[in-house]
């Protein structure tokens, strides 16, 4: 009996790996294809707050970065920009259509388990419609799966709250989720 409970133990605990398999080491570049989950713009108009929304729109993206592992922990950085085509916001009953550029700089921190990187991600954005432009600050969640051969995909959902800069009143909050694709160098 305690032949069969000892073999049992070894089976279990080499089944389960005690440390991610992955190497998160280095540097990665990739692209993104999305969509905005929350578009909003907020601000006063003849003395009364106003909040606009947009309905949801394709975001493609690219983005770079490095990683450093420390046993299962990953910590590192990352430059992403994303365009969001076609947004379309309703302001006093006529549609407006414009294009979303997007700017952002991200830390990252993560946990690996086995071929999966489960992160948090905090940093600055810069949202650009023509010449007008918001300043703020991101943060969201994701997950990198690991396909070997240096090929990674995940899932990031990100949101941005910024001010814009010729009028501190009007406030722009943008949500995105999006598909991720890296090759790892």
């Known amino acids: 009996m305690t032949y069969h409970v000892k073999t049992a133990l070894l089976a279990l605990a080499t089944a389960l790996p005690t440390h991610a398999l ?9 692209f993104s294809l999305g969509s905005t989950v929350t578009n909003e713009l907020s601000g006063e108009d003849d003395g009364s707050s106003v909040t606009y929304e947009a309905d949801p729109s394709a975001a493609l993206g690219i983005f770079s970065g490095y990683t450093v592992q420390n ?23 006529r549609k407006i259509t414009v294009d979303l550029d997007i700017f ?3 830390g990252r921190v993560g946990y ?63 949500d995105t989720l999006a598909l991720r694709t890296a090759y790892r160098f």
């Open 104 to 106: 952002d700089l991200k």
């Open 71 to 93: 046993d299962d922990f990953v910590f590192g950085g990352e430059g992403v920009f994303q365009l969001a085509p076609d947004a379309e916001f309703e302001i006093s009953g």
């Open 22 to 30: 992955a190497d998160w080491n280095g540097a990665y570049a990739g």
């Open 112 to 174: 690996a388990v086995n071929n999966i990187l489960f992160y948090g991600v905090a940093g600055v954005s810069r949202i650009s419609v023509d010449e007008v432009r918001a300043n703020g600050f991101n943060f969201g969640v994701g997950a990198d799966y690991d396909l070997g051969n240096n090929i990674v995909i995940g899932a990031e959902y990100l949101a941005r709250r910024a001010t814009v800069e010729e009028d501190e009143d009007d406030d722009v909050a943008l």
